[in-house]
């Protein structure tokens, strides 16, 4: 059983700085990709930032120049540093990963809890 936990969020003020952590655990032979997306209650869920086994990136629109994404194969976590945060980055921010099980190819591809991240005006 794969499961991803997130840690970090919470109350920042306009201008503001907060990171992001999240740990994969359970029977994975290997990281795909990891990421971060963000959902609010009137908009559907949206990437954040995504970073690949091999340390690809990519960052949705809105954060790009401001969030920074990093993760760490051996230690099955994922990170996001948020830069000059705004009260439009107010959502609950969901980590996503996809990973290969065994050598048969088995993937898993899920979901962590989310955690809130609210940034005042």
């Known amino acids: 059983q794969v499961q991803l936990v997130e840690s970090g969020g919470g109350l920042v003020q306009n201008g503001g700085s907060l990171s992001l952590s999240c740990v994969a655990s359970g029977s994975i032979l290997r990281i795909n990709d990891m990421g971060w997306y963000r959902q609010t209650p009137t908009n559907e869920r949206e990437l954040v930032a995504t970073i690949t086994s091999g340390g690809d990136m990519e960052y949705g629109d809105s954060v790009k120049g401001r969030f920074t994404i990093s993760g760490d194969n051996a230690k099955k976590t994922v990170n996001l540093r948020m830069n000059s945060l705004k009260p439009e980055d107010t959502a609950v921010y969901y980590c996503?990963?996809?990973?290969?099980?065994?050598?048969?190819?088995?993937?898993?591809?899920?979901w962590g809890q989310g955690t809130r991240v609210t940034v005042s005006s």
């Open positions: 996503n990963g996809l990973f290969t099980l065994d050598d048969l190819g088995t993937t898993w591809h899920g």
